[in-house]
């Protein structure tokens, strides 16, 4: 895989003129948000197609006898929070998230409404590291640098594990067709590892992607992906659904 040098940078939205080009649009997020992007995405007039690139598996989680509030990096991780008092704080990573863990009941809830790094500046200015314990839900593998900054920055911290997220080996038929017969526009990623397992699971001939716009919400997901002959790749200009959304040509 070639190398990036510098960071890709996100390009502004231009929605073309033009009525020939399909309107499908490749969706690799894992349920359940894949099918409320999939409304997003309708809603606009394009025609959804649903690629889920990673099994999501929760898990129940058992919160400390105190603490001062709940960190989430991930949508996924607000399942695992059943049974918490609906009245703990919870910092969420974005809107997305946020409006899932207000979904589940939870009546205190505040978004960063970017990344990780924003979520910690945020609790930060929120919250003071004498008045207990943080607990941080995150998926396998993740948080790890975000418990790190705020146990820098004075703050207590108890990361859990609130669900995984395993790579499919391959598409779902109607997308793999969708893509071998040029019915699709344009391919939505929201994470590196969504774009890794698609790259990985490419059921086509890659040339046939030259008529495809990749959509990333990140730099890393661009460079999974930077390797393939999209017809472009473009960056969301904030790490969020709404700023990817806002790319679809």
Same mark, same amino acid.
């Given at each position: =895989?070639?190398? @990036? ?12 003129? *033009?009525? $020939? ?31 889920? =690139?990673?099994? %999501? ?9 105190? =603490? ?6 991930? /949508?996924?991780? %607000?399942?695992?929070? $059943? ?9 969420? &990573?974005? $809107? ?15 978004? @960063?409404?970017?990344? /990780? ?6 609790? @930060?200015?929120?919250?003071?590291? @004498? ?6 839900? *995150? #998926?396998?593998?993740? #948080? ?24 499919? *080996? ?13 019915? &699709?526009?344009?391919?939505? +990623? +929201?994470? /590196?590892?969504? /774009?890794?397992? +698609? ?26 992906? *930077? ?23």
């Amino acid at each position: =895989m070639p190398q @990036a040098q510098t960071p890709l940078a996100p390009q502004p939205s231009v929605r073309a003129s *033009s009525v $020939d080009r399909p309107r499908g649009i490749l969706i690799t997020r894992p349920e359940p948000g894949a099918t409320e992007t999939a409304g997003r995405v309708a809603a606009l007039g394009f025609e959804p197609i649903l690629a889920p =690139m990673l099994s %999501v598996t929760g898990y129940r989680i058992s919160p400390p006898t105190s =603490m001062q509030a709940v960190l989430i990096t991930s /949508a996924n991780a %607000v399942k695992a929070l $059943d049974g918490l008092n609906l009245a703990t704080p919870i910092f969420a &990573v974005g $809107d997305a998230t946020a409006e899932r863990a207000a979904r589940a009941g939870f009546s205190n809830v505040v978004s @960063a409404r970017r990344d /990780a790094d924003a979520l910690a500046v945020l609790v @930060a200015q929120n919250l003071s590291p @004498a008045a207990g314990v943080l607990l941080l839900a *995150s #998926g396998a593998g993740q #948080g790890l640098s975000l418990a790190k900054e705020m146990r820098q920055r004075g703050f207590r911290v108890l990361r859990r594990v609130a669900y995984s997220a395993l790579p499919k *080996s391959r598409l779902p038929p109607e997308a793999a067709h969708a893509l071998a017969t040029g019915h &699709v526009r344009a391919a939505l +990623f +929201f994470s /590196a590892e969504t /774009a890794r397992a +698609f790259a990985t699971a490419l059921p086509i001939e890659p040339t046939l992607l030259s008529c495809v716009d990749a959509l990333v919400i990140s730099n890393p997901a661009a460079l999974a992906l *930077s390797h393939l002959p999209w017809r472009r790749l473009r960056v969301a200009s904030h790490p969020n659904q709404e700023e990817l959304v806002a790319l679809l040509p």
